[in-house]
C-alpha cells in the first residue's frame, strides 16, 4: 500500500515520483491511495466500508487477474453484498469474457461506455461513487506511454479513491 501525489501539468514532470516506480518494479497488486482520499479503512475503528469496486476491462492486458483479485478481496475480507462493475471502454461486442465468481453475494455488472479510456473510467468511477478501482496493467508500452503515462497512471492522478494496481505478469492464467 503506497500514499501517492497526484500531480498534474508542469507539477508532473518537474516533481518525481516516488510511488508509481515502486509499484511498477514490485510486480505484485499494489494498493495506492491518492494524497487526500481517506480510502475504504476507518481510521478510528477499522471498519471497512467497501461497498463499491470498478474493474476496468479490456483483451489487453487481461482483465482475468482482476476479476479474481476481486473475488479474493470480497472472500478474505468477509465484505456484505455490494457492487463490482465491470467496466469496457469501447463497443460491448467487443468486451472481454470474463469468468465470474459465484461463491459471493455480490452483485457483478458490466457495463460499455465509448471515449478515451481514462476519462471514461474516471467518470464512471465518479458516477456510481466506487470505493476501488482494480486495474490490470502490463505497463508502459512505447513512446506515447512514457509520455503521457499508462492509462492506470492517468486514472491514478485524478482518482478520487483508491486504485489496486496488478501487473498482470506478476499473475498467471
Not at 483483451?59 to 469496457?88: D, F, M
Not at 476519462?119 to 464512471?124: E, F, K, R
Amino acid at each position: 500500500m503506497l500514499a501517492v501525489r497526484q500531480h498534474e501539468g508542469r507539477m508532473r514532470w518537474l516533481g518525481k515520483s516516488v510511488g508509481k516506480p515502486i509499484a511498477r518494479m514490485a510486480g505484485q497488486m499494489t494498493l495506492l491511495i491518492p494524497h487526500g482520499v481517506e480510502g475504504f479503512v476507518s481510521r478510528q475503528d477499522g471498519s471497512i466500508s467497501l461497498r463499491n469496486i470498478l474493474i476496468p476491462v479490456t483483451i489487453k492486458p487481461r482483465p482475468q487477474p482482476g476479476v479474481e483479485s476481486a473475488a479474493r478481496l470480497i472472500r478474505n475480507l468477509q465484505l456484505p453484498a455490494g457492487i463490482v462493475t465491470l467496466l469496457h471502454v469501447g463497443p460491448t461486442a467487443e468486451m472481454p469474457s470474463l469468468k465470474l465468481p459465484k461463491d459471493t453475494d455480490w452483485t457483478w455488472n458490466t457495463v460499455a461506455k465509448v471515449g478515451e479510456a481514462a476519462d471514461v473510467i474516471l467518470q464512471t468511477a465518479t458516477e456510481l461513487h466506487t470505493d476501488l478501482i482494480i486495474m490490470t496493467t502490463d505497463g508502459p508500452e512505447g513512446f506515447l506511454d512514457a509520455l503521457r503515462g499508462t492509462t492506470s497512471e492517468r486514472v491514478l492522478r485524478k482518482a478520487r479513491c483508491p486504485v489496486a494496481n496488478l501487473p498482470v505478469g506478476s499473475m498467471l492464467g
